[in-house]
Structures are given as structure tokens and as C-alpha cells.
């Protein structure tokens, strides 16, 4: 497993943008697959976009081209762009990663707020 760290978080209004960034204290995550995750009051935890080892980005459905995953140059840290916020992408954000052969994500962060305002 790798420790994982959000910063980014915050409060801004509808049509906003945010970064958010998922770091890695221990090592790099150039071996891992990386994903974003959110979770909103009453709602259960959704994919919000992911990144491969080789580089391909996926995302949800609900994002329609606002967001982007990207791998920074530290190669420690794993970014989600996020603009033209909406009120309903108010939500905890996690990141979460698994090592290139595992199927499941076994390394989470503590989550970081995100909260839109209309």
C-alpha cells in the first residue's frame, strides 16, 4: 500500500474551478493506477475520472469533458482538474490507488472537501 494525501479541496461558486492533488509521501506513483472517487451526504461513493500506468485517463459519466486526470512531473502526485463546477459536485473527493497488477484499490486518502455553491 501507499500513503496518500488530498490538498486542494474547498468552497467556490457554480462555474468555478478547482485543483485538486493526490500525493504520495513515500514513493512514486508511476507503478500505480490512480483514481479519483466521490462520495456526497446520502449518496453512495461514484469514479469520478481514473488514470492508468500507461497514461490513459477514463472518467464518469457526469463529468462530460469539465474534468481532467493528469500525472504531475513529480511523478508523486496525481492532479484532477476540475472546471465549470456544479452545485452538484459538492462532495468529499478521495483518491485511491492500486499497484499496476491488483484489481482492487487498496490505497485511499483521507478525502478532501469540495463544496459548490450556487
Known amino acids: 500500500q501507499v500513503m496518500l494525501h488530498e490538498r486542494g479541496g474547498g468552497l467556490v461558486q457554480a462555474g468555478g474551478s478547482l485543483r485538486l492533488s493526490c500525493e504520495a509521501s513515500?514513493?512514486?506513483?508511476?507503478?500505480?493506477?490512480v483514481a479519483w472517487f466521490r462520495q456526497a451526504p446520502g449518496k453512495e461513493r461514484e469514479i469520478v475520472a481514473r488514470i492508468t500506468v500507461g497514461g490513459t485517463a477514463h472518467y464518469g459519466d457526469f463529468v462530460k469533458g469539465r474534468f481532467i486526470i493528469s500525472r504531475e512531473d513529480a511523478k508523486t502526485t496525481v492532479a484532477l482538474q476540475m472546471d465549470s463546477l456544479k452545485v452538484e459536485d459538492t462532495a468529499v473527493y478521495y483518491c485511491?490507488?492500486?499497484?499496476?497488477?491488483?484489481?482492487?484499490?487498496?490505497?485511499w486518502g483521507q478525502g478532501t472537501q469540495v463544496t459548490v455553491s450556487s
Open positions: 485511491a490507488a492500486r499497484y499496476r497488477a491488483l484489481s482492487e484499490y487498496d490505497s
Open positions: 513515500d514513493r512514486s506513483l508511476m507503478e500505480y493506477h
